[in-house]
C-alpha cells in the first residue's frame, strides 16, 4: 500500500463531500472523541449541530479541537482527512455574528435529518432541550489517501 499525502486543495475537495467525522477535544489533561454530523463551507469553518452534553461543555472549557473524516472505498483505497481549529458557539443575539449563525443553518439544511444529533432523546430520560449550532474555525487541514501499487506484468512471463 502506498500513502500519498493529499494538498490543501484535495483536502478541500474530501472535507466537502464529508458529513460525518470525529471531533476531539480535551479537558483537565483529559481526551474526548465523539462522532459528530458536519457541513464544510468550502473555505474555512465546519458547522454542526448538537444537544449540550459533555463535548459542548468541554468545548467551552477549552474550545481548541481536532475533526477527522475519512472517504474509504475499501481498506487499501481512503483518504483521512484531519482539521485543527477553534469551537465557536453561534447564537442570534446581537452581540454574536447572526450571519455565521444563518450561514450554518443555509448549510445544514441542505441535508436531510441534520437536526437529529441535537433534537434526539436520550434514553436516560434527560429532558433538557437545549441544542446549539457551532462553528469550528479551521486553523489547519492536512490529508492522507492510500492506494495499492499496480501490479505491472511480469518481464518475459
Known amino acids: 500500500m502506498l500513502i500519498y499525502e493529499l494538498s490543501p486543495a484535495e483536502?478541500?475537495?474530501?472535507?466537502?463531500?464529508?458529513?460525518?467525522?470525529?471531533?476531539?477535544?480535551?479537558?483537565?489533561?483529559q481526551p474526548y472523541i465523539?462522532?459528530?454530523?458536519?457541513?464544510?463551507?468550502?473555505?474555512d469553518s465546519l458547522y454542526g449541530f448538537s444537544r449540550v452534553g459533555q463535548k459542548i461543555e468541554w468545548?467551552?472549557?477549552n474550545p481548541k479541537v481536532c475533526v477527522e473524516a475519512d472517504e474509504i472505498a475499501d481498506r487499501?483505497?481512503?483518504?483521512?482527512?484531519?482539521?485543527?481549529?477553534t469551537y465557536v458557539e453561534l447564537s442570534d443575539s446581537p452581540e454574536d455574528d447572526s450571519?455565521?449563525?444563518?450561514?450554518?443553518?443555509?448549510?445544514?439544511?441542505?441535508?436531510?435529518?441534520?437536526?437529529?444529533p441535537g433534537a434526539g432523546k436520550l434514553v436516560d430520560g434527560e429532558t433538557d432541550p437545549?441544542?446549539?449550532?457551532?462553528?469550528?474555525?479551521?486553523?489547519?487541514?492536512?490529508?492522507?489517501?492510500t492506494a495499492r501499487p499496480?501490479?505491472?506484468?511480469?518481464?518475459g512471463a
Not at 465523539?34 to 473555505?43: A, E, H, L
Not at 481512503?78 to 482539521?83: G, H, T
Not at 444563518?102 to 436531510?112: E, N, V
Not at 437545549?130 to 489517501?145: E, F, K, W
Open 11 to 29: 483536502c478541500v475537495e474530501v472535507l466537502s463531500r464529508a458529513h460525518i467525522g470525529r471531533l476531539a477535544c480535551a479537558r483537565d489533561d
Open 34 to 43: 465523539v462522532p459528530i454530523s458536519f457541513c464544510f463551507d468550502g473555505t
Open 59 to 61: 468545548m467551552r472549557d
Open 76 to 85: 487499501f483505497h481512503w483518504s483521512s482527512i484531519v482539521v485543527t481549529g
Open 99 to 116: 450571519e455565521q449563525l444563518k450561514t450554518a443553518l443555509d448549510l445544514l439544511q441542505q441535508h436531510s435529518a441534520w437536526w437529529l
Open 130 to 145: 437545549t441544542s446549539v449550532v457551532y462553528r469550528v474555525r479551521i486553523s489547519s487541514i492536512s490529508g492522507r489517501r
Open 150 to 155: 499496480s501490479m505491472s506484468p511480469s518481464v
